[in-house]
């Protein structure tokens, strides 16, 4: 199916012409900087690379994809809150989200007075892909959001493949887990989708929650739309030199060795759950949580709460659901612990 991806994008962000910075306008590392009215004493006084190049050549070398081809975000928040802005007309486009999932395509919708279709997950958490084929077909649908695997639920979801080839606008795949999955990351299917935008995170399995750094993967000329978009210098230099510093050699092995313990964690923490009276079900999962559903959600969050035992309460979104993220062993006795106790 062939996409004119420039025909998806609004009008405003077609003719818009960016903010051009100091850095933009001259790339060098060394000289007398005069040029960005910047303070000229301090370690922390120059503006940092608009474009995170040092990144970009790391990931790419890390995974086989040109730098043209990959952005960096103040967190996936500032990756799907792009897209909305890029694609999306206020008040007149719609996205499709599959619930239930991440709560902020919902958010970021709102913020941009964008219509948003909710289509149910069926009972396995899947796509019902023949109730929604009529959608794929609504030319005011600018943006599918999957997310793979699925937050709250922790499943990969399946049949990607076929809304790839039959949605004329948008897919974007949000990999956030995607590093706990054993199943393969979208990312490398970019060259054949020009539509696709794959979504991943520096927050989960390389621990870096904190320094707020979100990645996507597309075409270079949807890359090259994010780049005019986004804010001049929307990653500060201590956060790129957090991420460079993590992307070496020594400290990759580390985070794959931190990977396997939180998996080796995930299936004790499973086996422990399933033999509590209280717990009635254990949801698959392929990413850092386990999805469980209990008795009395409500309460028995507030009694881990006074144990100062902090999980996440889903009874709003699915009956009687708590998700559980994958601790430290400690961590994860302490819950068994205290779930043991717990008397319905």
């Known amino acids: 199916m ?23 306008e001259f790339k060098g590392d060394n000289g007398i900087f005069l040029d960005a009215n910047e303070n000229p004493f301090g370690d922390l006084n120059r503006y940092p690379d608009p474009y995170q190049r040092k990144i970009k050549k790391k990931l790419s070398e890390l995974n086989q994809i040109p730098t043209d081809n990959i952005f960096l975000g103040n967190g996936s928040d500032e990756v799907i809150d792009l897209a909305f802005r890029i694609f999306c007309e206020p008040g007149k486009d719609k996205v499709l989200t599959f619930a239930p999932t991440y709560g902020m395509y919902e958010v ?12 149910d997950l069926n009972d396995d958490f899947q796509i019902d892909l023949e109730t929604l084929k009529p959608y794929l077909n609504d ?13 709250p639920t922790g499943n990969s979801i399946k049949n990607i493949e076929y809304i790839l080839e039959n949605f004329k ?5 949000d990999e956030a887990y995607i590093d706990f999955s054993p199943e ?24 870096m929650a904190s320094v707020r750094v979100g990645i996507a993967y597309a075409s270079e000329e949807i890359i090259k739309f994010y780049s005019k978009t986004k804010p001049p210098y929307n990653i500060s230099q201590l956060n790129q030199n957090a991420i460079l510093e993590t992307l070496k050699e020594e400290n990759k092995n580390q985070v794959s060795e931190n990977i396997k313990l939180i998996l080796n964690e995930k299936k004790l923490l499973i086996q422990n759950l399933e033999q509590l009276s209280l717990v009635n079900k ?6 850092n949580f386990v999805l469980v559903e209990v008795e009395n959600a409500d ?23 708590l998700r559980i993220t994958v601790g430290t062993p400690e961590e994860n ?12």
């Open 333 to 344: 006795l302490k819950l068994i612990e205290v779930l043991k106790r717990i008397k319905i």
């Open 139 to 151: 030319e005011n649908l600018k943006i599918i959001f999957i997310c793979s695997p699925n937050n």
């Open 108 to 119: 970021s919708a709102n913020i941009n007075y964008v219509e948003l279709i909710k289509f």
């Open 169 to 173: 606008g948008i897919v974007f795949i």
């Open 2 to 24: 062939k996409i004119d991806t420039q025909k998806l994008v609004r009008k405003n962000i077609l003719n818009l012409k960016p903010y051009s910075s100091a850095r933009d």
């Open 299 to 321: 309460w028995i969050y507030q009694k881990l709460v006074a144990e100062n035992v902090i999980i996440r309460n889903r009874n709003s979104v699915i009956k009687n659901c």
């Open 184 to 207: 393969e990351s979208f990312k490398n299917q970019i060259k054949n989708y020009p539509n696709l935008i794959v979504s991943q995170t520096f927050s989960k399995a390389w621990g």
């Open 282 to 287: 254990t949801f698959p999962s392929d990413a």
